[in-house]
């Protein structure tokens, strides 16, 4: 069977020859078409074509967006704010940064209608530090947008108003988290806050009543808005609704951002038949389906159970390449959609190496708040780092284990899931690997493939 087409919503002029990240160029291609319209409509109306697309957030835990608007605190009599969550902490995740450089008036498109459908009239982009020239794409696009009265005060001859505002953020993995994002914004170190209370649709920005919604999420609006929430649910698959970015990296012969209707393409036909394949001589060992966090899967294991289709219950028995690339599928098996990030790694990776690697990122990242969280991704990172070195102690294998064990559901915010998921994934799918280590000490890689220092 031929691999699917992309169905390119958010991509749909990415790649356009002589494309650039312009005004004009974007009202050439119908560009705030859309928000014209929206104006006009009662932002009620608005609400509910999201609601009725199923459109569900890009930027890593899946939830409904039109629920989340739902729950805003709307008779607080507070302003509402939008926070745009352009931070794409998470490793193996590069598409809100392409959307940012290439397209960021569909972003800032998304937003206004975003804006005027909850009667929000402050905005606040939250870049993340590393990504200076996104700023300043974003402050010129806000200007030029300010300049054409699509952004500012009585927008399109309404008299409705929002601003736009950037902030950079100075570079931390944390910030991508919602609420220790709204403390930076606020210029305050990043600690997550605890909910409850503090959910942001109640008690976020400024103690006001926030919506915060990934880069992606708030593109797709743009297109619910335009087509109706109804046709973009036919989109996609049932309750996994629309298109999504799916980043690839790692060992494929063809890495890069591939947009398709989510659930319409296997892992299988996404890794061989879009992205190439393995390298030469090469065989896939291992995915991460959706970003460092999310819990590994091993080619050659199957996946059982039973899954809804339409009324009914169907066994499923999965190999990695039949699993369909959607939230619900993803979830079923035991990993996550998360952020799109799609991670390879072929038979010349020790896994010990690629955990240390990925346990040196989480304890540098943790902010230090709980004491499972910061004390547990240290030693997780200490346990796999003296395994690499050749120091590893006989029971490292299930010290390390202990240690995950201790930290998942044990801590304020979700970086505790994120940082013991690929511990207790890894160990529990490749767990030869860790116990071969003390005896082994470094394995000898094969040819051709660099140590690790
Ligand atoms: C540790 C951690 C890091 C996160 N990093 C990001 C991020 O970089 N970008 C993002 O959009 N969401 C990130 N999230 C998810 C956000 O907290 C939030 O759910 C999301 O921005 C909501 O937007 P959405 O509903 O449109 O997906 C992170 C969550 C956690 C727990
Ligand atoms: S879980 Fe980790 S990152 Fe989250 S608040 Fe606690 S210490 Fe900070």
Same mark, same amino acid.
């Given at each position: ?39 006009? *409509?009662?932002? =009620?109306?608005? /609400?509910? %074509?999201?609601?009725?697309?199923? +459109?569900? @957030?890009? $930027?890593?835990? !899946? ?72 700023? *300043?794409?974003? =402050?010129?696009? /806000?200007? %030029?947008?300010?300049?054409?009265? +699509?952004? @500012?005060? $009585?927008?399109? !001859? ?296």
């Amino acid at each position: 069977m031929p691999a699917p087409q992309q169905h390119r919503l958010i991509f749909r002029h990415i790649d356009e020859p002589g494309y650039s990240n312009d005004l004009a160029c974007y009202v050439r291609n119908g560009g705030y078409e859309v928000l014209r319209k929206a104006v006009q *409509r009662k932002p =009620e109306e608005l /609400i509910d %074509e999201v609601k009725k697309s199923g +459109l569900r @957030g890009r $930027g890593g835990a !899946g939830f409904p967006c039109g629920v989340k608007w739902t729950l805003v605190d709307r008779k607080s009599g507070k302003p509402i704010y939008l926070v745009v969550n352009a931070d794409e902490s998470e490793p193996g995740t590069f598409k809100d940064r392409y959307i940012i450089h290439q397209d960021p008036h569909q972003l800032i498109e998304g937003i206004m209608i975003t804006c005027f459908a909850n009667k929000v009239e402050r905005a606040f982009i939250y870049i993340r530090g590393e990504f200076p020239e996104g700023a *300043r794409i974003l =402050e010129k696009a /806000i200007a %030029e947008a300010r300049a054409a009265n +699509l952004v @500012g005060p $009585g927008i399109l !001859g309404t008299a409705y108003g929002c601003e736009i505002f950037v902030h950079r953020g100075a570079g931390a993995y944390i910030c991508g988290e919602e609420t220790g994002l709204i403390e930076s914004l606020e210029g305050k170190r990043p600690y997550p806050r605890i909910k409850p209370p503090y959910f942001p649709a109640v008690l976020g920005l400024y103690q006001c009543p926030t919506i915060v919604n990934n880069v992606e999420t708030l593109c797709h609006v743009k297109h619910i808005a335009d087509m109706g929430g109804e046709a973009y649910s036919k989109i996609g698959t049932p309750n996994n609704t629309g298109t999504r970015i799916l980043c690839v990296s790692g060992h494929v012969q063809r890495p890069g951002f591939y947009e398709f209707e989510v659930g319409k393409v296997t892992m299988g036909q996404l890794l061989n038949e879009v992205c190439g394949g393995p390298l030469p001589g090469r065989t896939f060992k291992a995915v991460i389906p959706g970003g460092s966090s999310a819990k590994v899967l091993k080619f050659g294991e199957r996946y059982k159970g039973k899954r809804k289709v339409g009324a009914d219950m169907v066994d499923y028995d999965w190999g990695v390449d039949d699993i369909p690339m959607d939230f619900d599928s993803l979830a079923m098996i035991g990993s996550m959609g998360g952020s799109g990030g799609v991670i390879v790694m072929d038979d010349s990776v020790s896994m010990v190496e690629a955990l240390g690697n990925i346990n040196a990122f989480y304890s540098h990242e943790s902010c230090g708040q709980c004491t499972p969280c910061r004390e547990g991704s240290l030693w997780m990172k200490k346990i796999t780092s003296r395994m690499v070195h050749g120091d590893a102690r006989p029971e490292d294998g299930a010290l390390l284990k202990s240690v995950a064990d201790q930290i998942a559901g044990r801590t304020i915010c979700a970086f505790g899931e994120a940082c013991a998921w690929p511990t207790q994934s890894f160990i529990a799918k490749f767990g030869d690997e860790f116990k071969a280590y003390p005896e082994a000490k470094k394995q000898p890689k094969p040819d051709g493939v660099p140590e690790l220092v």
